[in-house]
């Protein structure tokens, strides 16, 4: 591994601790530029979460992937609805930017999905498929109210993000608003933990490659090795977060918005090992992923100096359900062709 490589910290608390002199908050913004313009990874302190809020976060996912198989079973979701529990080796990441993985290879997470449900906003008539309702285990007292209490805090950092990505991009404060006021927000709850009766047939993965889709990803995670960030140097890089860090990386939605001048990064999870033996990891990955009826299109300040873009316009629904056929619903995405060319040069083969 490249020893100079390293994942930028930044203090957001000019932004969320009331008000800071512009200059605190133009340094952040600059941070926040530089981090997402070279590693397209960023970790930030100062997000305002309670330690009780995360710690009522840990004991949920606890009780939920204690259950039983069975028990667990009784709350999958079909693959067309982002909801729910997803068991291990039932969704394959790479399927999202059109690269089959290679056969007997399969993801190692198991994981449980909230979102934005269309019963929260009577005010908008919005689409159940787009904005489904959640499925809540109940025998779990308490799971619900401490996902939904962390899910808030998430949403409220991941806004507080877009407004400051506004400002290292030099747009209103408010920019972003008109595109994510009801924005098709999910949290994934993550396990990592090896199933004692599964087979070792082919790679086990943790997750395999992806980009995430939408405007920005919000992540809480053990501070236990696993994830891995592909460097500008095709160098796949360990990040192992700090226990009072969040970690925020961006999504295909910004890169698009930004001319690839901010990076959706290319990221996995390896089987989390600590002094030679398999341990449990947990995360819970927030996705801000933007309006299901937002057109994304290039900003006029991010395309090139004779107007045009590496990307077409694109609604956030028509996105998010291409990427989604293919982690879930295991057929490969054909319309990520600049996704999957990174994972090309790294040796991996695009579906044709």
């Known amino acids: 591994m490249n020893s100079k490589w390293e994942m930028p910290t930044v ?8 008000a800071a002199p512009a200059p605190a908050r133009a ?3 600059g941070a926040i530029d530089r981090a997402c313009s070279g590693v397209g990874f960023v970790q930030v302190t100062g997000h305002g979460i309670p330690e ?3 710690a009522g976060l840990a004991r949920a996912i606890d009780s939920f992937f204690c259950l039983s198989s069975g028990q667990k079973g009784r709350y999958r979701a079909p693959a067309k609805v982002n909801r729910g529990y997803s068991p291990p080796r039932s969704e394959s990441l790479s399927l999202s930017l059109g690269v089959e993985p290679k056969a007997g290879d399969f993801d190692l ?3 449980f999905n909230v979102g934005v449900a269309a019963s929260g906003r009577p005010d908008l008539d919005l689409p159940v498929e787009h904005y489904p309702e959640n499925i809540w285990p109940g025998e779990l007292p308490g799971f619900r109210s401490a996902v939904e209490e ?3 805090e998430a949403g409220r950092v991941a806004r507080v993000l877009t407004r400051i990505f506004a400002d290292a991009l030099d747009l209103s404060s408010e920019f972003f608003e008109p595109f994510t006021d009801h924005s098709v927000d ?3 709850l993550n396990n990592y933990a090896l199933p004692a009766d599964t087979l070792l047939a082919g790679e086990v993965r943790g997750m395999g490659e992806h980009t995430d889709y939408g405007v920005v990803t919000v992540l809480w995670a053990d501070p236990i090795p696993g994830l891995q960030v592909l460097g500008a140097d095709q160098v796949w890089h360990d990040v192992i977060p700090r226990s009072d860090a969040l970690l925020v990386n961006l999504g295909d939605l910004t890169a698009r918005w930004t001319n690839d001048r901010w990076l959706s990064t290319l990221h996995r999870v390896l089987p989390p090992v600590v002094d030679g033996k398999l341990v449990r990891r947990r995360s819970a990955a927030y996705f ?3 309006n299901f009826d937002a057109l994304i299109e290039t900003l006029p300040t991010c395309r090139a100096a004779d107007g ?3 990307y077409g316009p694109t609604t956030v629904g028509q996105h998010l359900a291409e990427k989604l056929a293919g982690s879930r619903g295991g057929t490969v995405n054909t319309a990520a062709e600049r996704e999957a060319a990174r994972l090309g040069a790294l040796g991996h083969t695009r579906h044709p």
């Open 11 to 18: 203090d957001l608390s000019p932004y969320t601790a009331g």
């Open 27 to 29: 340094a952040v913004a």
């Open 52 to 54: 009780r809020t995360i």
């Open 109 to 111: 997470f198991e994981a």
């Open 150 to 152: 962390y899910f808030v």
């Open 186 to 188: 999910v949290m994934r």
């Open 288 to 290: 801000h992923d933007g």
């Open 308 to 310: 045009t873009s590496a």
